[in-house]
């Protein structure tokens, strides 16, 4: 039997993995192997190359302040890896473009709206507040009021999860979302106004790579002998504390690190895992999210020539956002061209028919305003879309339903016994983005010595 004893495995080379090999290697800790079905790291933080141009794997930009992590990225100083931005982004509603946030934010939109929107703020303001909200549905009512919620919040979020608010918990939300004052709305209202809210007012971005290149600046710091790609792990024996390769090959470990989704490692527990719990797990719940990813000739003009992004809160369009690459890293594109990526979300609750998603896509950025109807057209016939592609990301995100938290802290507890840290956005089954799944790694990088020293 091909078997091998290493005290840390770690499963999966996306960012969290990645940093969880990073914190051990530069804590001196020699004892660890890091395992990657893919061909390549990166894991959902990747870029991907076509006709020339680069599209990242949905649209990822680093919001954060913190300088440990700018400085492990290469940001934080100027002329580093790593660009920061002022955000420019809006949102599409009503067939109106306005500033993002769209609660900041009214002015320019109908009367009608505007008068909705503050009333139904000063009315939630006046209210019980969210403390009695039951689900997310409620609890965007509660912080956001009635206009707000069924103008933007609701049909947005809708859109953005494709699942019914009312089966989603809202502990996650309250960072994420910026909540108004009544003054900010009004204000918002009555001008155009210049300053920025919430988490997402400031991001960072590589400036050249593409996303993926956060990946790369912690591989590179990673000896080249402890990390196996394409190595795909197809079972994991807990008693035996023992890793199985598709290859056949048996890992031994003392301390494994998993950054696999969670229902995919209980699987692959097997019947080592009491029945209940398997059940609960395969009941996780996700969305799926399409990107469609057009490459263009010549410039965008008007909004789309200096967003980053922007929102579409109601039906009027296929996609929920778009994202404007060129407008964060010209190295994303040709000279001369630039590119458009849409992001589409699916699930059971909301299926999607992939083979029409990229038309719907074109018609819809004419419907926009964001092309004309000549430019949808391929270069060849005398329009500017020189590449057109449809990609798919499942799990994209996962769904805080109501048993979500109480699951995946079962989940923990049982893999403690066989001594697996289950970590980063799908190893935790939680909204995390790329800043917090580098800490978990960290984290889990922490715990695993504290074990194994
Ligand atoms: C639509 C969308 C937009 C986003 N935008 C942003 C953004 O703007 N900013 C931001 O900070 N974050 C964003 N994120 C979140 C970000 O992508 C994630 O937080 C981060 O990439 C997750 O990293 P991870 O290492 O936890 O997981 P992953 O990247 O999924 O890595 C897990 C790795 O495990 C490997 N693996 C799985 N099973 C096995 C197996 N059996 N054997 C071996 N290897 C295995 C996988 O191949 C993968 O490489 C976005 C996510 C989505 C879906």
């Not at 029945?275 to 965008?300: C, D, I, M, S």
């Amino acid at each position: 039997m091909n078997e091998t004893s290493t005290p840390v495995i770690i499963v999966g080379a996306g960012l969290c993995g990645l940093s969880a090999a990073y914190h051990l290697e530069a804590a001196g800790f020699k004892g660890y192997t890091m395992l990657e079905r893919q061909p390549a790291a990166g894991g959902l933080a990747s870029t991907d190359s076509g006709g020339g141009f680069s599209f990242d794997r949905c649209i990822h930009l680093l919001f954060t302040r913190d300088q440990y992590l700018l400085n492990l990225l290469g940001g934080g100083r100027e002329g580093g890896g790593l660009k920061k931005f002022s955000r420019r982004s809006y949102c599409y509603t009503a067939g109106t473009y306005t500033g993002f946030p769209y609660q900041q934010h009214n002015y320019g939109l109908p009367l009608r709206v505007i008068l909705g929107n503050i009333l139904g703020l000063v009315r939630a303001r006046l209210g019980a507040g969210a403390k009695n909200a039951k689900n997310y549905e409620e609890w965007i009512y509660a912080a956001f009021g009635s206009g707000i919620a069924e103008n933007c919040m609701l049909p947005y979020s809708r859109r953005l999860w494709a699942w019914d608010l009312k089966d989603m918990s809202f502990d996650w939300a309250e960072g994420h979302m910026p909540v108004p004052t009544v003054r900010d709305t009004v204000l918002g209202a009555l001008l155009p106004r210049k300053k920025r809210f919430g988490q997402t007012s400031e991001f960072w971005y590589p400036r050249t790579g593409g996303i993926g290149s956060l990946a790369t600046s912690l591989l590179e710091k990673i000896p080249a002998a402890k990390v196996s790609l394409n190595a795909s792990v197809k079972a994991v024996n807990g008693p035996a504390r023992e890793v199985i390769m598709a290859d056949g090959r048996r890992l031994r470990y003392e301390t494994l690190i998993s950054t696999m989704p969670l229902p995919e490692l209980i699987k692959l527990l097997g019947a080592d895992v009491p029945e209940p719990l398997r059940v609960r797990a395969a009941g996780l719940k996700y969305n799926t999210v399409h990107t469609v990813n057009l490459g263009l000739e010549g410039r965008l003009s008007g909004l789309a020539g200096s967003a980053h992004w922007i929102y579409f809160l109601d039906d009027a369009a296929v996609f929920h956002r778009l994202g404007f690459p060129c407008n964060f890293s010209k190295w994303l594109a040709p000279e001369g061209c630039c590119s458009i990526q849409a992001e589409i979300s699916e699930s059971e609750r909301l299926p999607r028919n992939k083979e029409t998603l990229i038309a719907d896509t074109l018609r819809d950025l004419v419907k926009t305003g964001i092309l004309g109807e000549k430019d949808i057209l391929p270069a060849s016939e005398g329009g500017r879309v020189r590449y057109a592609k449809l990609s798919t990301y499942a799990p994209a995100y996962v769904i805080c339903d109501h048993a979500r938290a109480e699951t995946v802290a079962a989940l923990k507890e049982f893999l403690g016994k066989y001594d697996i840290e289950t970590r980063g956005r799908f190893g935790e089954w939680e909204y995390l983005n790329m800043d917090r799944v580098i800490m978990r790694g960290k984290d889990a990088a922490e715990a695993a010595m504290r074990k194994n020293i």
